[in-house]
């Protein structure tokens, strides 16, 4: 399977990246790990993939080209070049919403860091503000 891993640029909690990633691979084992390349979440999914001895495509965004537009135009491109099967999403805002939302429209599965699925309305655009904190893990 080929899977996209997905969150915010700043999320740096490496034992909930490793433990989503190994809850992924058990659902449907991991062939191709896709991610943008950003901070702790692309260090620690692409040293995860590595130990698993995973194929890794990095798409890093182009922030000189594109601005603060690079994230959201990096992801529209990596679902469509990609070919993925699923997207794991992890806690992270706009952009990661918006991923989840494109996820969605062209029929890919998403689901969460317990792999549980996230369903969206994939008709409706993602709300400005939101956020997908919610994916946080549940807290006793």
Known sequence: MRLII????????V??????LARAHAIRP????IHGGSG????????WAREMRL????YPANWREFGKRAEAIRNAFMIEDSRPDMVLALPG????????ANAARVGLPVIDAEGQSITTDAKTEPRAGAT???LSPKTP
């Open 40 to 47: 702790a979440l692309g260090i620690t999914s692409e040293d």
């Open 15 to 20: 034992a909930l990246i490793r433990a989503a």
């Open 55 to 58: 194929h890794v495509v990095r």
């Open 132 to 134: 997908l904190h919610s």
């Open 30 to 33: 991991i062939t191709v790990l």
């Open 6 to 13: 997905a969150g915010g640029r700043h999320f740096d909690d």
């Open 93 to 100: 805002g706009n952009d990661t919403a918006d991923l989840i």
